[in-house]
């Protein structure tokens, strides 16, 4: 059975910071965003008009949801609805 995360993707956000020495989002803003010349994709989900906004979800055991939502950045870890 095949499982996903995006664990991966915040280590490699966390890796590209620590590199280029500006936070992964400025960077990506910066460095791969504005060069293809795409400006209606963010990090948050600011009012969108009528578009409503991708939201992840992950099953997560209820014990972990505090241990994640403390050790990661805030805002990845929601509650269950």
Request: charged share 15%; with cysteine; aromatic share 8%.
């Amino acid at each position: 059975m095949a499982r996903y995360t995006n664990l991966g993707y915040l280590v490699l956000g966390e890796v590209v910071a620590a590199v280029s020495g500006m936070p992964y989002e400025q960077y990506v803003r910066e460095q791969v965003l504005r060069p293809l010349g795409i400006a209606d994709t963010g990090f948050g989900y600011a009012k969108t008009g009528t578009c409503p906004a991708a939201v992840g979800y992950q099953r997560l055991p209820r014990v972990l949801t505090p241990v994640l939502r403390a050790a990661l950045p805030a805002g990845i870890v929601a509650g269950r609805r």
